[in-house]
């Protein structure tokens, strides 16, 4: 339908030939002469050619032209010329429900000033490189319901200014989570919609350091996740904090468990089975005497100025505390310098946002210790280590230092017990048996005439005669160098 400008102040009946002379004065395409495109509808510098049945980008195009509609067409590719002319003033640009499936890298050249981008319901599949590099002052970009796939992390570069980028209803499987992550390639995002993909996985670690004002405008859900407890605990945090993006779709946050063939809440897994996922605990800090620590105040609104921390004493901090011992910065944060046990404990920090106030709750807990003091004493780790290695040296010392038996014979040395017909009384036997303690070398023995048995011979296993025995194996001898056990004997077999 036409354009009808609102009554402001009072309307009045005016000739039909007056008001064409006035709208002919106000509107820059009287006074410019240039006619309105045929299909399309011209008021001031805004030019609306939705529903036109077009295929191409009508051309001209006014120089003036801030707000261009072309959704609801059939413009299946965008090229780089569809703008022979550079419009400086074109801020807002309607490209949804054409079939686009192409759009030349160079097709943004000649709109610098680009605020507003919506490229939505389409047919596109790759976002490529350095494709809205042009577009230094675009604020809003509205990608959702595409068949993107493939999105390189350039295609995002150079835009400074993006605060709003949707995503949503597509077919990502990976997306550079990476750009939120470093802080200067989007620094002023505050929304980032990635539902409804085909998202598998995400840092859910790198996530949770990201800024609370954005994790409240960060939309993961209607993606296959798998389920981890690391996921879990990153939304259980957003709902405790009752951020949007959690607390609006919580129905919506699903993933997959191993072998199950559902899709599971996620914020349902707190305590059950297989992964037993333990509650989110709130922002609780650790230090050591001494240290300085720093408590920031992180809070879901963006910007905000008015803060104000408490101490677990119920004191309100709101300069340098006692002797600088507590410092409020210029962010918000608290810092904490030569910490003491007393310094332990809840701290409190209080928001005045633009539409609801918010208290954070900081946990600090000083260990009664110092980590890296000049007067430290061996921890316990490093204590059981040296402990340790202490044993294994004494348990060598003791199996391979140990005074060995060397060929020195010992006093009062126990005779080895006789053995009847035993073949260790060999002749050729080299080792004699210590007959008596006399305290002198081996070396120095010299076979007695004791030791001589038959022919003569050397009796070398000097073994003494046994007693007497009882019974049918009384008759049998003590082993000798002339039994059968002598291999070089010449005498005959007694038996």
Not at 101 to 113: I, Q
Not at 200 to 210: F, T
Not at 448 to 461: D, E, L, P, T, V
Request: glycine letters at 8%; charged letters at 20%.
């Amino acid at each position: 339908p036409p354009f009808r400008p609102p009554c402001v102040a009072m309307c009045v009946p005016v000739g039909p030939l007056s008001l064409l002379l006035a709208l002919s004065l106000l509107s820059p395409w009287g006074s410019a002469g240039v006619s309105c495109p045929p299909r399309c509808v011209c008021a001031s510098n805004l030019l609306s050619c939705s529903q036109a049945n077009l295929s191409a980008v009508p051309a001209p195009l006014p120089r003036f032209t801030a707000v261009l509609d072309l959704s609801h067409n059939n413009v299946t590719r965008l090229r780089a010329d569809w703008a022979p002319a550079r419009l400086p003033h074109l801020h807002a640009l309607l490209l949804s429900h054409n079939g686009l499936a192409f759009v030349s890298t160079e097709a943004f050249t000649h709109v610098p000033r680009l605020r507003h981008l919506d490229l939505s319901s389409n047919r596109l599949r790759t976002l490529d490189e350095n494709l809205f590099s042009d577009l230094g002052e675009l604020e809003v970009l509205l990608l959702y319901n595409n068949e993107i796939s493939t999105v390189d992390r350039t295609a995002f570069e150079n835009l400074g200014r993006l605060r709003k980028l949707y995503l949503g209803q597509n077919r990502i499987a990976r997306f550079p989570l990476e750009l939120l992550r470093e802080g200067t390639r989007l620094p002023q995002l505050v929304l980032l919609d990635l539902s409804a993909n085909r998202l598998r996985a995400v840092p859910a670690g790198e996530l949770q350091a990201l800024p609370a004002w954005l994790r409240d405008r960060l939309y993961l859900h209607n993606n296959p996740l798998v389920c981890d407890c690391l996921l879990f605990q990153l939304l259980d945090r957003g709902r405790r904090r009752h951020l949007s993006a959690v607390e609006d779709f919580q129905d919506e946050l699903r993933c997959s468990l191993p072998g199950a063939s559902t899709l599971t809440k996620i914020l349902d897994l707190a305590g059950k089975q297989p992964l037993n996922c333990s509650k989110a605990r709130e922002a609780v800090l650790e230090a050591h005497l001494g240290d300085t620590v720093t408590l920031g105040c992180d809070s879901r609104w963006q910007g905000v100025r008015s803060r104000h921390w408490v101490t677990p004493g119920g004191e309100r901090v709101l300069g340098d505390g006692g002797n600088g011992s507590v410092v409020l910065l210029t962010n918000g944060s608290l810092q904490l310098r030569a910490l003491r046990p007393e310094d332990g404990g809840t701290y409190s920090c209080w928001v005045a946002g633009p539409l609801l106030n918010e208290t954070l709750y900081v946990e600090l807990l000083v260990h009664n210790f110092t980590l890296h003091g000049p007067h430290d004493t061996l921890n316990t780790a490093y204590t059981t280590l040296v402990g340790c290695i202490l044993s294994v040296v004494l348990v060598l010392i003791y199996l391979y230092l140990t005074p060995c038996r060397c060929c020195c014979c010992r006093g009062a040395e126990k005779p080895p017990a006789p053995r009847d017909d035993s073949i260790n009384s060999s002749v050729l036997s080299t080792t004699p048996n210590h007959a008596g303690g006399t305290g002198e070398p081996c070396g120095s023995h010299i076979a007695s005439s004791a030791g001589a048995g038959q022919n003569g011979r050397f009796k070398g296993g000097g073994t003494p005669p046994l007693p007497a025995r009882q019974g049918p194996k009384a008759q049998r001898k003590v082993s000798d160098p002339d039994s059968v056990s002598s291999v070089f004997s010449d005498t005959p077999i007694v038996v």
